[in-house]
């Protein structure tokens, strides 16, 4: 069994920076295949950044791309999220996902999630 535990949200005025981890525990994350998704009230769970089993191919959604980074560091069986340049419309709760499977970014695919973490960008 997978668990996976985030950490990193907060409030932060719209230009500013933070940095999501999601660690790992009962499997090794560069077996995983892994995402980050993000829903904000009233709206669908959407996707934000996914990374494959080897970390060696990332791909963004056209919203946080050029702003946002994944990288993971498999000694600490944690992924990371770099949020820079935030703006308000990236508020929402963040969630990191992941699967035995080839990577996605179908949420509904994803068989591990973590609990999400806050993220609030004020104007």
């Known amino acids: 069994q997978v668990q996976l535990v985030e950490s990193g949200g907060g409030l932060v005025q719209a230009g500013g920076s933070l940095r999501l981890s999601c660690a790992a525990s009962?499997?090794?994350?560069?077996?995983?295949?892994m995402g980050w998704f993000r829903q904000a009230p009233g709206k669908e769970r959407e996707f934000v950044v996914r990374?494959?089993?080897?970390?060696?191919?990332?791909y963004y959604a056209d919203s946080v791309k050029g702003r946002f980074t994944i990288s993971r560091d498999n000694a600490k069986n944690t992924v990371y999220l770099q949020m820079n340049s935030l703006k308000p419309e990236d508020t929402a709760v963040y969630y990191c996902?992941?699967?035995?499977?080839?990577?996605?970014?179908?949420?509904?695919?994803?068989?591990?999630w973590g609990q999400g973490t806050q993220v609030t960008v004020s104007p």
């Open positions: 009962g499997r090794t994350v560069s077996t995983l295949a």
């Open positions: 990374i494959t089993r080897s970390g060696g191919t990332t």
């Open positions: 996902a992941a699967r035995g499977a080839a990577v996605t970014t179908n949420p509904l695919k994803y068989d591990y």
